[in-house]
Nanobody, 125 residues
């Protein structure tokens, strides 16, 4: 499965962006889908995740109440709605797919099987 992430860009502090992740050559069925981000000089960190089948969601404490992850079955897409953006949210954002039919440690990058190429989000102050 190849993942395509899009929707990043330059936005002023307080603005919003919606990221999109879609697959090619496969589906998200029965997988756990996650969004991670990596700022320059920092490690990749978990942002949000969703169980494709059950719809359960998880968030990093730093984005709770600010970001929302969702899925659209018909389009086979995962979204990350990001509101009230802050300069510290600036990073490359990556979507990732876990292996099918397995429970994973959703906040660990090592748990994921496939990764998208990343989409840059830059928040100016």
């Amino acid at each position: 499965v190849q993942l395509q992430a899009s929707g990043g860009g330059l936005v002023q502090a307080g603005g919003s962006l919606r990221l999109l992740c879609t697959p090619s050559g496969g589906t998200f069925s029965n997988r756990y889908m996650g969004w991670f981000r990596q700022a320059p000089g920092k490690e990749r960190e978990f942002v949000a995740g969703i169980n494709w089948t059950r719809g359960f969601t998880h968030y990093a404490d730093s984005v709770k109440g600010q970001f929302t992850i969702s899925r659209e079955r018909g389009r086979n897409a995962v979204y990350l709605q990001m509101n009230s953006l802050k300069p510290e949210d600036t990073a490359a954002y990556y979507c990732a797919a876990g292996p099918p039919n397995r429970d994973i440690s959703f906040d660990s990058a090592a748990s994921y099987e496939y990764w998208g190429q990343g989409t840059q989000v830059t928040v100016s102050s």
